[in-house]
């Protein structure tokens, strides 16, 4: 209930404030047997890290990942994997007007509203610096989707207004703001000069792509694998919207346009002719490609003067300084993904116990 | 973990499916003493009736709902309340062919992969008809939140192409497609018109404001009210995106345009200048309006013929005949409104413990 | 949080009041294919059904249940079964006095001081009549169990002061008091009707052996087996103590006297020489019998003079009339059986997600 | 599901092997506002540290903890407060030979079972060390009970076959088996001298009271408040039975025995005239202070031979050296209290959205 646990079998607790000594991860309910080393969660981590280009913070964090439990013998044990991040370079010195001033665009006053007080260095809790347990956590889930053949790939589809119009996906690690088209890549790098220039900030959106899913995986209703997948992304700070397949586009078509026909692969498999629904109808993935669209609002810490108020309603202008990112959106290309690998690590869990015939075989 | 349950303290189970007996749902955790009657739930199932206009289902049911549990004297006495529809109008020959074949845009090569079998009458399950159990929960849910002074209003803003211009309130339930602008509904009616003479369907978009939420409800990290209320309303069948507050706009702009500064209202309380967020700052209520949007694909029921395939794999063609509403759009939007006041139901109630000195006072 | 949901994956969640109109359960999580009819369920229901002795209420309920969902053509779907019972011979006149009075060893004042008011018909929601619901739904988990080789076996160990003092499964549904030991029972029989003449009553114990179950069901740490088992048992209204294996013996003796060696069985499987440890080790089952013990507390609900107070702290002297049995032990043996295979079935597809090698089979 | 985490508001998750590099815990959900240190947390770590007696393993742990996040300027924040202990005194040569081989009274056999492998170095998670975790948490819980009024008096009850007959509080600090009877704890020192000198070990039981409890904690049906400390004290590694009030005597009494009849206090408050029941009746809290007995079996590491098998079916004889605890009684008290402190918070929590009237009155 204090939100910070997600999943139902497998699942992930996550800890931490941005300026406290450290921030992790506990995994609970992942498979014994599965091998797992720091290095595999540090390659992940590694994809999030700041100050590797000049459109992300200058904070120094090497974010060196500890497993502390779980693990025997390079291989998980099915007991909880806890993961350990130490915080090295909080400089409390740079927030300390924050503590009494509500930023605009951030938690500050809304964690006051609801606790009575807050942790204000570097934003506490709320700051995005506590998605690095997710991605930590992420590392495993996508691990173990790796074993029975599911990968992700995860990169920027814009950037304030420059979209990629064309995806070449080995472009995506080659430019810093992870883009499939190296020319929008490279006009968005222009577009965020501007935004620094401007003592302003800017978004994104990020979309994430799933193969190899089997059909089956998430439940009716409630359970719906959309749903939980929309709620692992929007849980994501700077989220806004988020998009299944066609998304908004979905509601101005009609169903003829929208409806993908079911026909046979080569290979004799039942499969969709289209995939207008991003791999899941009725909540349950169909086994076509899932396609999630997370869209992300710019950087609120910006530098230019802001008209807010402090914690005494006194109105007053802030200034935000400090090391601030410009733009998350190429960082949290790795958060998304994240968030949709323990969404899917959970699902593909949950369906082992839905028919009869695999409880009876599994302990004949 | 079957899927059918929403909500952490203020819950609902639903069950039921299209042709069966009964569909219900049963509500735990909502606090005794609230006046309920089964007229209170009515009005909302009321909402969702089909047959209420030319754009919506002919299948007939009156959908009148039984308290079972739970209510005594008028009041909720704090034990699970259980809430009863029984089917009336299935007349499952209408459904006989696809017992065999995959209906595009419908889940059920979904339900096969999973579960072996289906029950095909009417979608079984995955039917929209599931909704009705939402709605009667999300009555009960509407019904505590205006007792600490939050209303929800939830509209039609789109259907297809056409988009409302204007808002007048009254007007919402002056039009059959729940739109509050007359000249957008008129044009809406059109379109629709020559979808159903297209033998197609409409999606569109619904959006809903909460207000009168205070600040501080939600939970930091992965409870955050942003990402449980989009988990909430894409859980319902069609929707294939979810927006918060700007939403996708949000992507596109700078931090100056997209953050919202803090002010001074003239009874003295913090507030914001604008409400570019939505209501919600780092998954926790500000105490402005909260906004959401749901976009809703078409009615993938449409009588012009199909191409896809039987549960043999062999290749088909399908009519969908029989009683399906060209659009839903309009029947959905007290769906969204039931789904957003259980998730807000919910969140006030989990905000109550958030601080020492709030649990003094209660028990001193 | 209501507290009407048990179980994890398999889950059931009960409604229902005493003197309401119903009371009833949803099942959710239960795999597709399982045969199932409401005979198989009436069969559990009937064990429990009132007015079978004259140790029994007189109360006369058919306790008739109505399948209303989740199953089609003979087997479970996957998606909620709900079970509904109709309440036929709720006298509310049997039980006015008490709506102002708190009746000793009664919940009466406890959900008073908890909900501010409470249904007084026949106790509400703590009656024992709110456990046919759990029968109803352990009918199907036993059902799922039996699937897979699991059976359950419960009777009544002792009544009052009088114990079984040996076992002959037979002689279980030949007496009325659910005892495997004739004299024992006889000798019950006759403590019953002295309990009776003296308008007094009569507490017991009841065993619940499970046989059949494989090594490696339960989780460590708070998710263990008899952990679960123990709160399963420990919910049925009128429980006041647990044991699994030797249970109170246990602590009083040695280390060598309490350790069960391992041996290699006939057929060359690793078992134990001895079972004190009652089937689970650590928390999780070890592949011998399970073995649970229920300490049921005598009926509260007694005709001799009581001192006692009103809702408005007045001392009153109470005589309780009306339909009660002076023993509920034997009418419990079904709930605890049915509370210990709902318990089993959630452990059973649990287990099934705990190493990487089974789920890749699974996705193969 | 993984089984680490306890609690539904204020909850708990768990991790950490016995000889892996660190255990510690996440407690979720604990209201913001609580004053807390380290000190605090540690008082409770040292009751049940290692070393202090001659009944106790000689392993030197000083189980020191450190707070990673949830507490600022020294009180909770309302975000997740992480907790780690270092193990520092891990041999792993003295569980060599047990990796092969299935300890008689431990959980190897089951864990292999279970996952296909396990961490054999002292027990890895089924290792009593465990506990530190919970002990931590534990502590917060109780601190936070603490500023309601509510608190643990925890103590042995017996030791093998010796039960104290007097009790005196001050006594129980005073004696390293925590017995409230000195005369008690001497005649258990001999018992205890003799089971060493036998190679052999003890069980005991321990009597955990819990006072200044508010009527109404606790939850109908299945989240009765006995049924919730049941299986927080049976989670507990070696505890083979549980009793709540007059516990296993209540079943062998009449009626009129068991009884608490209400009155009137001094102060014209309801309270029983009795506390048979234990303080809890319906599985609610009654305001009568609340009464749980664990039943803890010996430790099963002991060092007189005994038969066994080894993972590969081999009959073996296994001496178990190393530095066991003879009894594990006097360290588990703190245990205990621990859970029976954690379930209190939750219920505390929980049971403030019980009404309609306190919901109105917290958002006036």
Known sequence: ???????????????????????????????????????????????????????????????????????????????????????????????????????????????????????????????????????????????????????????????????????????????????????????AEQYLDQCIKNQDSAGGVIECRISGVPAGLGSPVFGKLDAVLSSAVMSIGAVKAVEIGDGILAAGCTGSESNDGFCVSDSGKITKASNHAGGILGGISDGSEIIIRAHIKPTPSISQPQNTVTKDAEPVTIEIHGRHDPVVVPRAVVVVESMAALTLADALLANMTSRLDSIKKFYR
Chains 1, 2, 3, 4 share one sequence.
């Open 1 to 187: 209930m204090g939100g910070s646990t997600f999943g139902n079998i497998f699942t992930v607790t996550t800890w931490g404030e941005s300026h406290g000594p450290a921030l992790g991860a506990v995994v609970d309910g992942c498979p014994a047997g599965l091998p797992l080393s720091a290095d595999d969660i540090q390659r992940y981590l590694d994809r999030r890290k700041p100050g590797q280009s000049r459109f992300a913070t200058a904070r120094r964090e090497e974010d060196k990942v500890e497993i502390l439990s779980g693990v025997f013998e390079g291989m998980t044990t099915g007991t909880p994997v806890s993961l350990l991040i130490r915080n090295k370079d909080q400089r409390s010195r740079d927030y300390g007007d924050i503590a009494y001033t509500y930023r605009p665009g951030h938690a500050d006053f809304c964690y006051d509203s609801k606790y009575g007080f807050r942790d204000y260095r570097g934003g506490g809790r709320s700051s995005a610096r506590e998605t690095a347990a997710r991605v930590a956590a992420g590392a495993i889930a996508a691990r173990l989707l790796s074993e029975t053949g599911i990968s992700l790939r995860t990169y920027v589809h814009s950037i304030g207004p420059v979209a990629c119009k064309s995806f070449d996906p080995e472009e995506i690690t080659r430019n810093p703001l992870c883009m499939p088209d190296s020319s929008a890549a490279a006009e």
